[in-house]
Nanobody
């Protein structure tokens, strides 16, 4: 069973940047579309952006367009989320998963943006 381990979150001031990483166990990773999701307090989990096995990306959440970039390294079974110009409303727990979701959720990584 594929396990997902997210890291790279933390506390950052508005306008700052963070780079999240998600390492997946198992070779199936390289054949799957992968996405970054987030869940803010009191809100449902939402898909933020996704990437195909070949590296084509789609930003789903309008609020992050031009600020967040997803990428992947299939040789390292890793997907990344570069987050720039962070805003307090980006505060959430960030998760990776396949798109559509079919893997067990990891523990996520907390991102907190202070104003």
């Amino acid at each position: 069973q594929v396990q997902l381990v997210e890291s790279g979150g933390g506390l950052v001031q508005a306008g700052g940047s963070l780079r999240l990483s998600c390492v997946a166990s198992g070779s199936i990773f390289r054949f799957k579309d992968m996405g970054w999701y987030r869940q803010a307090p009191g809100k449902e989990r939402e898909l933020v952006t996704r990437v195909t096995p070949g590296g084509s990306t789609t930003v789903i959440a309008d609020s992050v367009k031009g600020r967040f970039t997803i990428s992947r390294n299939n040789a390292k079974n890793t997907v990344y989320l570069q987050m720039n110009s962070l805003k307090p409303e980006d505060t959430a727990v960030y998760y990776c998963n396949s798109y559509p979701t079919s893997l067990s959720w990891g523990q996520g990584t907390q991102v907190t943006v202070s104003s």
